[in-house]
């Protein structure tokens, strides 16, 4: 472990809303600065111009925000290393292209995007791929092939060019990655990526170094990838002559389909029926929307603590955990490098499991937000009573009106199977009797209406489980929901009877 104070960052690019993987990036990041009493950074990697989708930057930092993922240094809240925004940084890298240019280790390419097509096309229809790398530079326009006279006048004369780095040729890189190990890669498998462009702009690679270095982050932990950058990584921190201030690494795992078959992509979400993201986004281009956890109806914990687990796990049985407890027991010891298949049921799960250990004050407070926009006004304590009589079968906020419209309104439809088994003219008759019953005795309570019905049912000699199963028919239009003559003193004498003679009036046999 380095001596330096521990520094992560989190360093997306705006090109769109933020994947979930995202997000478990950024929770790792902060779970790792939390732990181990470092500091977590947020930075904005917006040099791909071309790429750039406004909102995003906003969505990103709504979307930290929404999980609980603080960061002490950013663009919105500046830091000692700011500007944290890198097309703010312009002037910051070139600098340090011209001294790879300087020392060997990056060169000007003059190919025109033109001249470097054609190329691909007749790779292509040799079946082969075409790769700027060692062997192909030698062939191509760039300051090692010209004589530096004509790379001087090409200069001169503002001729466009971009700056490749120069892959050393025929050399192991040796490369350590907390989570996976000792990596070697054979330098003549990689090629020689722009790092400047003729836009006047580093690309990904030198800013993503440059920036690293500069704002000293100390670990770099982010998805696998970005793994295969790794060696030009490493490559450029050694010829720009920052190796003893090199991060470490920490490549965190794929996060897999649901079917455990190839990586989870932005298109798989509303495709398979859940989000991929966050929180819901409308792209600004096509106007076509995504859904979002938070919208969805998701706790922003049960979101983090499913999270969690993709890649990470306790090593016990445990498997609530809120932020602060993840925190107490991050280690990168103890994430795995094979892919972690997302589970949306587990997901539901989790929103589950952090609703019932809500308490019913705030879930009311939920609800009855839910309720207004429906037109709906109930006292608080009638709304409360139903949010405990649901809670334990609920998985979001809104199961409550699904499950328990019938707290609120009449049944518009009976359900057919039920009116087939339970209902008769008999029972019809019953139910008629009933309403006479309920309008006879005070008070109206749970065991009053219980023993009325009793009493109603035995000295006609009917069958009392099936006279409550049609009076639940009129209550709640099928043969579920709770207990149900406590349901019957919550809806109160008139609205039960006014509900019988609905049904009776509405039901055909
Ligand atoms: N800007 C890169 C991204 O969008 C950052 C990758 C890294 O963390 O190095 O994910």
Redesign the pocket.
């Known amino acids: 472990m380095s001596e330096r104070p521990l520094r992560v960052r989190f ?3 705006p090109t769109g809303p933020l994947h979930m993987g ?1 997000v478990r ?1 950024a929770l790792f990041n902060y779970l790792f600065a939390r732990r181990n009493g470092g500091t977590f950074i947020l930075r904005i ?1 917006d040099t791909d111009q071309v790429r750039y989708v406004p909102g995003a930057e906003e969505y990103i930092i709504e979307s930290l925000k929404w999980c609980g993922l603080h960061y002490e240094e950013g663009p919105d809240v500046g830091g000692p290393y700011a500007p944290y925004r890198q097309s703010e940084r312009k002037a910051i890298y070139r600098q340090y292209a011209d001294k790879l240019v300087a020392d060997g280790h990056a060169y000007y390419a003059f190919d025109t995007p033109g001249e470097l097509e054609a190329i691909r096309k007749d790779f292509e229809s040799r079946k082969l791929t075409f790769s700027y790398n060692a062997e192909e530079r030698k062939k191509l326009k760039n300051s090692l092939t010209l004589p530096a006279s004509e790379v001087e006048t090409n200069l001169k004369n503002g001729v466009p060019y971009v700056i490749r780095f120069r892959i050393p040729e025929n050399e192991e890189i040796v490369m350590h990655d907390i989570i996976r190990g000792e990596v070697r890669v054979q330098s003549s498998t990689l090629d020689d990526k722009v790092i400047f462009k003729a836009d006047g702009l580093p690309t ?1 690679h030198l800013a ?1 170094v440059t920036d690293d270095y500069l704002m000293k982050i100390t670990h ?1 932990i ?2 696998e990838e ?1 793994l295969p950058s790794l060696p030009l990584h490493v490559l450029l921190y050694r010829y720009l002559g920052w190796e003893k201030e090199m991060p470490q690494f920490a490549h965190l795992p794929l996060i897999l389909k649901p079917n455990g078959q190839g990586k989870l992509s932005k298109r798989d979400g509303d495709k398979l029926g859940f989000p991929v993201f966050p929180l819901f986004w409308k792209d600004p281009d096509n106007g076509e929307t995504s859904s979002g956890y938070r919208e969805s109806g998701y706790f922003s914990e049960a979101f983090v603590n499913m999270l969690a687990f993709l890649g990470w796990n306790p090593g016990t049985e445990q498997e609530i955990f809120s932020l602060d407890a993840l925190v107490n027991e991050f280690s990168l010891e103890r994430v795995g490098k094979s892919g972690a298949r997302f589970d949306p049921e587990k997901t539901r799960w989790f929103n589950h499991q952090w609703l019932i250990s809500r308490d019913t004050e705030q879930l009311t407070g939920l609800f009855v937000k839910l309720l207004h926009e429906k037109g709906i006004h109930k006292p608080e304590e009638y709304i409360r009573k139903t949010v405990e009589m649901l809670k334990e079968r609920a998985f979001f906020v809104r199961d409550f009106w699904e499950q328990g419209a019938y707290f609120f309104q009449a049944p518009a439809t009976y359900d057919e199977s039920v009116i087939k088994k339970r209902w008769s003219p008999e029972m019809a008759a019953l139910l008629k009797e009933l309403t006479v019953r309920f309008s006879s005795f005070e008070p109206f309570l749970a065991e009053n209406i219980k023993s009325n019905i009793h009493s109603l049912a035995e000295e006609r000699k009917a069958n009392f489980g099936n006279l409550m199963n049609c009076l639940r028919l009129c209550m709640v239009g099928s043969s579920m929901g709770p207990d149900l003559v406590q349901l019957c003193e919550m809806l109160g004498r008139e609205e039960v009877n006014t509900r019988i003679d609905k049904a009776l009036a509405e039901i055909r046999i």
Do not use: F, I, L, Q
């Open positions: 360093a997306p690019s995202g990036t990697e990904y993503n770099v982010r998805g970005w």
